[in-house]
């Protein structure tokens, strides 16, 4: 499965049951669209941790950074090439 359909999964399934995977467009306003919450952020943040071993700091929790299934996917291969490093 690859990173773009996992994120997906996972954010159908916590958060937005009514929807399909392949219905959540990657440009689409997470936060604005209501799908998710400040808490939703945090739940979210443990299962990229956990799901793709990254680490994301304190200073990382922007709210901003968890908008689009795009901005994810780029926190991910940030953090990816960082560890690289």
Known sequence: MTQSATLRDFICAEFAPDLKPGELPADLDLIDSG??????????????????????????????LYRTIDSIEALIAGKRIGSAA
């Open 35 to 64: 799908i998710i919450d400040s808490l939703g952020v945090l739940k979210l943040v443990a299962f990229l941790e956990g799901r793709f071993d990254i680490a994301i700091a304190p200073e990382e929790l922007d709210a901003d």
